[in-house]
């Protein structure tokens, strides 16, 4: 059988396949390489236009963000400047201290951190732990620490625990002319009082510091530095001294009357300048823990009162004044006195008198200042009210004084005659009161009150007052009212041993103001000067709601008149 041969023809066609695979093969390989390459080719270009990108358009930017981390421009407080007293004693002043912040996300051991500053910071460790929770960037911890507990913060240098200078508000006599300075927050900016009525003047200028720091927050240098400007020094009129004993003298005449406050001016008449000014009970700023809304009013500008007896100084001035009546003007009065649907009473019982302008005053008459009002007429009681100040701001540099309350002519009523002009139905502020009580001080001249002596080296320009009385017309009434502070008359107790001294005593209903209607609930006040020949202080007292006994204004307040009195008088060396 003949044995088979292989085809030479498939074999060569074999071989012609197999070398077309490996050479597709290769072009495949061939292609791949390419796009490998070609891909290659084009993520060096992404990265390399992402870094020109970085290193142009972004350099800038990035280079900014890197210096941030390292680099640290902060404010540098300025020193507030100073309130003073005339007599040159610190009401409030800025003491050199060290703030304490943080930067939580570089304090890795929150809580031992916490434990180790709590105290030095004058926080508990929970709420130090508390501000340095999270990955923020800044934390206040104490605005003020003093330069023991900074030492010891230094040497803990601890991560993320930054110290800078700062300064600290300080007020160096407590609760002295506590709410007449106010207080500062704790960043330096004023609040209340003076402190926030002078803020421009004390507040100073800022400076800057610019540190390099490593990146733990420790500053490694100082690149520029900005000095601040400290602020203005404020000095006041205020006679540190008369300020304290006034303050001494209220508390211990609000408490012995169980009284809700007291509160008094001192004032100097020919100028206007208020030598003390205070009301208690007060508070400590120093101590932000005692201060409640009801102690932090400075209550003879910002409250206002019925005045009672003090205002009968208006009707009978501007009746002396108009030529209305005379000191010994003779009027007889009736045990009461009848208008319409009301009737008016003495404070105390009394058969029908005959007294003059002189007794009316002396005896704080109420039946004999209407009567004397009814021959002036109501429209000219209207406008002494005016000329003497009240309705109206006194303009005393100080923030939130209010104008009282002061009915216009138009809205009398028939009955208004009978109680306007005894001080009712009326509202004033107690520096409204010694300010008019100041005019016949100061022979008929109204100078208004202020409190700044001298901002910086600048002396303020006080209005010298109008004169809306003659001096023959205020020393008539001078006269009336030295014989209120006598033996025959309702003042006898502001009497100053060896002095002259004018004033008049004020007792008034306090009004409901819920009902709208008078209860028994009372002010007592007491308004004079003192010598009165030459009168060198006026000062006003009101004692509100005393409850322990008597509530007249001759038995409460003219007490404190007179301690206040002979102490300033002394104090000054001005002669009897």
């Given at each position: 059988?003949?044995?088979?041969?292989?085809?030479?023809?498939?074999?060569?066609?074999?071989?012609?396949?197999?070398?077309?695979?490996?050479?597709?093969?290769?072009?495949?390989?061939?292609?791949?390489?390419?796009?490998?390459?070609?891909?290659?080719?084009?993520?060096?270009?992404?990265?390399g236009a992402r870094a020109g990108w970085i290193a142009t358009v972004q350099a800038g930017e990035l280079t900014e963000k890197a210096r941030a981390q390292h680099e640290v421009i902060h404010e540098v407080q300025a020193p507030r400047g100073a309130i003073v007293s005339a007599d040159g004693r610190e009401l409030a002043v800025d003491k050199h201290m060290t703030a304490v912040t943080a930067t939580p996300y570089l304090v890795k051991d929150k809580q031992g951190t916490a434990d180790k500053i709590a105290t030095a910071v004058e926080l508990s460790p929970d709420e130090v732990a508390r501000r340095l929770q999270g990955?923020?960037?800044?934390?206040?911890?104490?605005?003020?620490?003093?330069?023991?507990?900074?030492?010891?913060?230094?040497?803990?240098?601890?991560?993320?625990?930054?110290?800078?200078?700062?300064?600290?508000?300080?007020?160096?006599?407590?609760?002295?002319?506590?709410?007449?300075?106010?207080?500062?927050?704790?960043?330096?900016?004023?609040?209340?009082?003076?402190?926030?009525?002078?803020?421009?003047?004390?507040?100073?200028?800022?400076?800057?510091?610019?540190?390099?720091?490593?990146?733990?927050?420790?500053?490694?240098?100082?690149?520029?530095?900005?000095?601040?400007?400290?602020?203005?020094?404020?000095?006041?009129?205020?006679?540190?001294?008369?300020?304290?004993?006034?303050?001494?003298?209220?508390?211990?005449?609000?408490?012995?009357?169980?009284?809700?406050?007291?509160?008094?001016?001192?004032?100097?008449?020919?100028?206007?300048?208020?030598?003390?000014?205070?009301?208690?009970?007060?508070?400590?700023?120093?101590?932000?823990?005692?201060?409640?809304?009801?102690?932090?009013?400075?209550?003879?500008?910002?409250?206002?009162?019925?005045?009672?007896?003090?205002?009968?100084?208006?009707?009978?001035?501007?009746?002396?004044?108009?030529?209305?009546?005379?000191?010994?003007?003779?009027?007889?009065?009736?045990?009461?006195?009848?208008?319409?649907?009301?009737?008016?009473?003495?404070?105390?019982?009394?058969?029908?008198?005959?007294?003059?302008?002189?007794?009316?005053?002396?005896?704080?008459?109420?039946?004999?200042?209407?009567?004397?009002?009814?021959?002036?007429?109501?429209?000219?009681?209207?406008?002494?009210?005016?000329?003497?100040?009240?309705?109206?701001?006194?303009?005393?540099?100080?923030?939130?004084?209010?104008?009282?309350?002061?009915?216009?002519?138009?809205?009398?009523?028939?009955?208004?005659?009978?109680?306007?002009?005894?001080?009712?139905?009326?509202?004033?502020?107690?520096?409204?009161?010694?300010?008019?009580?100041?005019?016949?001080?100061?022979?008929?001249?109204?100078?208004?009150?202020?409190?700044?002596?001298?901002?910086?080296?600048?002396?303020?320009?006080?209005?010298?007052?109008?004169?809306?009385?003659?001096?023959?017309?205020?020393?008539?009434?001078?006269?009336?009212?030295?014989?209120?502070?006598?033996?025959?008359?309702?003042?006898?107790?502001?009497?100053?041993?060896?002095?002259?001294?004018?004033?008049?005593?004020?007792?008034?209903?306090?009004?409901?103001?819920?009902?709208?209607?008078?209860?028994?609930?009372?002010?007592?006040?007491?308004?004079?000067?003192?010598?009165?020949?030459?009168?060198?202080?006026?000062?006003?007292?009101?004692?509100?709601?005393?409850?322990?006994?008597?509530?007249?204004?001759?038995?409460?307040?003219?007490?404190?008149?007179?301690?206040?009195?002979?102490?300033?008088?002394?104090?000054?060396?001005?002669?009897?």
């Amino acid at each position: 059988m003949p044995v088979s041969r292989p085809d030479k023809r498939r074999g060569r066609a074999s071989k012609g396949r197999a070398k077309e695979a490996r050479a597709a093969a290769d072009r495949t390989g061939s292609r791949r390489v390419r796009y490998l390459s070609i891909g290659t080719l084009l993520v060096l270009a992404v990265f390399g236009a992402r870094a020109g990108w970085i290193a142009t358009v972004q350099a800038g930017e990035l280079t900014e963000k890197a210096r941030a981390q390292h680099e640290v421009i902060h404010e540098v407080q300025a020193p507030r400047g100073a309130i003073v007293s005339a007599d040159g004693r610190e009401l409030a002043v800025d003491k050199h201290m060290t703030a304490v912040t943080a930067t939580p996300y570089l304090v890795k051991d929150k809580q031992g951190t916490a434990d180790k500053i709590a105290t030095a910071v004058e926080l508990s460790p929970d709420e130090v732990a508390r501000r340095l929770q999270g990955d923020g960037g800044y934390a206040m911890l104490n605005t003020g620490v003093d330069q023991q507990r900074a030492a010891y913060l230094r040497k803990l240098d601890l991560p993320g625990i930054t110290l800078s200078d700062a300064q600290k508000r300080l007020y160096p006599l407590g609760t002295v002319g506590s709410q007449m300075i106010g207080m500062t927050d704790d960043y330096g900016a004023g609040l209340t009082g003076l402190e926030k009525a002078m803020d421009g003047q004390l507040k100073g200028t800022p400076g800057k510091r610019h540190e390099a720091r490593d990146p733990s927050g420790a500053t490694l240098r100082i690149l520029d530095d900005t000095e601040p400007v400290a602020g203005k020094t404020v000095t006041l009129s205020i006679d540190s001294a008369i300020q304290q004993k006034v303050e001494t003298v209220l508390e211990g005449v609000r408490l012995a009357n169980n009284a809700k406050a007291a509160s008094a001016i001192v004032m100097r008449p020919k100028d206007g300048a208020i030598l003390a000014m205070a009301t208690v009970p007060g508070y400590d700023p120093n101590k932000p823990e005692t201060i409640t809304p009801d102690t932090e009013r400075m209550r003879p500008i910002t409250d206002t009162y019925e005045p009672g007896s003090t205002f009968k100084l208006v009707t009978i001035a501007g009746a002396i004044q108009d030529g209305t009546v005379t000191r010994n003007t003779m009027f007889d009065l009736p045990p009461t006195l009848t208008l319409y649907d009301r009737t008016l009473h003495e404070s105390h019982d009394r058969g029908s008198v005959a007294w003059t302008t002189q007794e009316i005053l002396q005896n704080s008459s109420n039946i004999g200042t209407v009567m004397i009002a009814q021959k002036m007429g109501a429209t000219k009681v209207q406008d002494w009210i005016e000329k003497f100040g009240f309705g109206a701001k006194t303009g005393i540099d100080y923030p939130g004084e209010v104008g009282g309350i002061v009915l216009p002519r138009d809205q009398w009523s028939g009955t208004s005659i009978l109680n306007i002009p005894i001080g009712q139905g009326v509202a004033v502020t107690l520096a409204q009161i010694a300010e008019a009580y100041g005019a016949i001080a100061n022979g008929g001249r109204m100078v208004p009150p202020h409190l700044i002596q001298r901002v910086g080296n600048t002396v303020p320009t006080h209005p010298r007052g109008q004169q809306i009385l003659t001096p023959a017309a205020a020393e008539q009434v001078n006269i009336m009212l030295q014989k209120v502070v006598s033996d025959d008359g309702t003042g006898k107790e502001a009497k100053i041993p060896g002095y002259t001294v004018g004033g008049k005593t004020g007792t008034a209903n306090k009004i409901d103001p819920k009902t709208g209607k008078y209860i028994e609930s009372y002010v007592a006040s007491f308004v004079g000067y003192a010598p009165a020949t030459h009168p060198g202080i006026v000062v006003a007292v009101m004692v509100d709601e005393p409850t322990n006994g008597s509530y007249y204004g001759g038995q409460v307040a003219a007490p404190a008149f007179e301690q206040i009195g002979e102490f300033a008088l002394q104090h000054l060396h001005i002669a009897p």
